[in-house]
């Protein structure tokens, strides 16, 4: 679904291109033993290796080649037996060798493809350039001090993945579905956590308008962006940028620029460098990567349910509807929690249930499912008492609220408060008569056609039995008698 910017001499269309910085999980670093753990006081997490220090070599990191490889799997890409290590040349402070050690040429993983879905429904394939490896540089802090920079080498050499899109990519909608299904699926995968705040994932976002059925015009990319609602915010600020320029008569010049939410422009930083500018050239000190196919294999053996896969399973094995399947699957553990209450029960009650009542109460006390107040064992267990029907759905509420506040069963919580449905018909029959006796004008109105009124009769015997009598009973009696 494209965006579509109307300007002064038509309607331009906008071509986004996304590069996606993924913080690999792994215990130690890429090419170094240090700890890659985030956060630690400044510069305690460095090695020799990480602080460019004469005659240190690199040693590669088998577990982050791994979460490579399953990363490239968990995007349905090409796998490439062999890749190969390249020397990224440019200074900065907070890269103490001068180059980053990345793969340009020959990368680890190839051609892979993310389905997103959007607000209306419609289902796009948002094609992936490739995948490959490289080092973070360290942290410059200009706050520290008044006169003086300070560097924090605590991520120098902490291993990246690149996530490079095709520009497939049409609007903001689209761009923040990509990146949400890509953080979705590299958090089910366990190879990068996802938290834009610590940074470690965020994007670059290269940007360029066209005519319709134009050739892509000049792109701008705008630097490291932290936020989904940034990165969807910069490519509509940028995007209205160029088309004035270019409407203007003027041209885009090829630059990376800085997005600023708070002036709601976007800045430039600098021209934008070419492959060239960085004189790439294989490292010396590493070998070409080759990685056996067996290997790759066992590796996918051992994926998890990747999102698309549960959401279908979970429309098809719980019989529930698409939307409400595709939230409950968003966050694994939201995913593994909704499974653990439905299995053997009503899916689509039990949907009802998590994707209402316990998320509000989520929300409202600023909890996540990882810490309900709730377990999915004792709200699967008020589901049963609803089905054999020792309580019905009304009460079920009141059991609820109850079991947020003690932490106590829904058992535990019916036989202490007496809430046990009440299922004896005689009962119901005597309540039902009393009702009749004292509304015979409503049992006279209902009668010559008023339809409507056996609703309050319902409600008149729910009130005089405390919610607890069985509905549908209530309802079979008021018929028989009505």
């Not at 490289?134 to 120098?156: C, V, W, Y």
């Not at 958090?187 to 470690?200: F, H, K, Q, V």
Request: hydrophobic share 40%; glycine share 8%.
């Amino acid at each position: 679904m494209s965006y579509l910017i109307e300007g002064k001499t038509g309607t331009w269309e906008i071509v986004v291109g996304l590069e996606v910085h993924a913080q690999v999980i792994s215990n130690s670093k890429l090419f170094s033993g240090a700890s890659a753990t985030y956060g630690g006081e400044a510069n305690t997490h460095v090695s020799l290796v990480d602080a460019g220090f004469p005659g240190m070599l690199p040693v590669i990191n088998r577990e982050c080649v791994a979460q490579a490889v399953r990363t490239g799997l968990g995007l349905k890409a090409r796998i490439n037996l062999q890749s190969r290590f390249d020397r990224k040349n440019y200074f900065y402070a907070d890269l103490p060798t001068g180059y980053q050690i990345s793969q340009f040429t020959h990368p680890i993983v190839g051609e892979g493809t993310v389905e997103i879905e959007l607000s209306d429904g419609t289902v796009r394939h948002i094609g992936i350039t490739r995948l490959h490896l490289e080092q973070d540089a360290g942290k410059s802090m200009h706050d520290q001090d008044p006169t003086r920079s300070f560097i924090d080498l605590n991520r120098a050499g902490v291993a990246l993945m690149e996530i490079v899109s095709e520009p497939d990519i049409r609007s903001p909608e689209e761009a923040g579905a990509y990146l949400r299904k890509l953080r979705m699926i590299l958090r089910y995968l366990g190879t990068c956590d996802g938290n834009m705040e610590e940074g470690s994932m965020r994007a670059d976002v290269n940007v360029s308008v066209r005519k319709k059925d134009e050739p892509f015009r000049t792109r701008c990319e705008i630097k490291n962006v932290n936020s989904i609602r940034y990165v969807m915010h910069a490519i509509e600020v940028e995007a209205t940028r160029q088309v004035e320029i270019w409407e203007s008569g003027g041209t885009v010049d090829q630059e990376t620029r800085l997005f600023d939410p708070s002036r709601n422009e976007t800045r430039s930083l600098r021209s934008k460098e070419d492959a060239h500018d960085y004189r790439y050239f294989p490292d010396p000190d590493l070998l070409p990567l080759v990685i056996e196919e067996e290997w790759v294999r066992d590796l996918e053996k051992g994926l998890p349910e990747l999102p698309d896969d549960k959401r279908d399973r979970f429309e098809k094995e719980y019989k529930i509807p698409h939307y409400d399947a595709g939230v409950l699957v968003a966050e694994q553990a939201i995913a593994d929690y909704y499974e653990a209450v439905a299995r053997g029960r009503d899916g689509r009650l039990a949907a009802n249930w998590v994707t209402g009542d316990l998320f509000a109460a989520l929300n409202k006390t600023g909890r996540n499912i990882g810490d309900s107040p709730i377990s999915a064992a004792a709200l699967g267990g008020m589901l049963d008492l609803v089905a054999d029907g020792t309580i019905n759905g009304k009460i079920a509420k009141e059991v609820f609220e109850d079991m947020l506040e003690t932490g106590d069963s829904a058992a535990d919580i019916v036989e202490r408060k007496g809430l046990k449905q009440v299922t004896d018909t005689g009962a119901i029959d005597s309540v039902v008569a009393d009702i009749m006796a004292k509304h015979a004008d409503k049992v006279e109105e209902y009668r010559s056609g008023k339809d409507r009124l056996f609703g309050f009769f319902v409600g008149q015997v729910m009130k005089a039995m405390a919610g607890k009598a069985n509905p549908a009973l209530v309802n079979e009696a008021l018929k028989k008698v009505l």
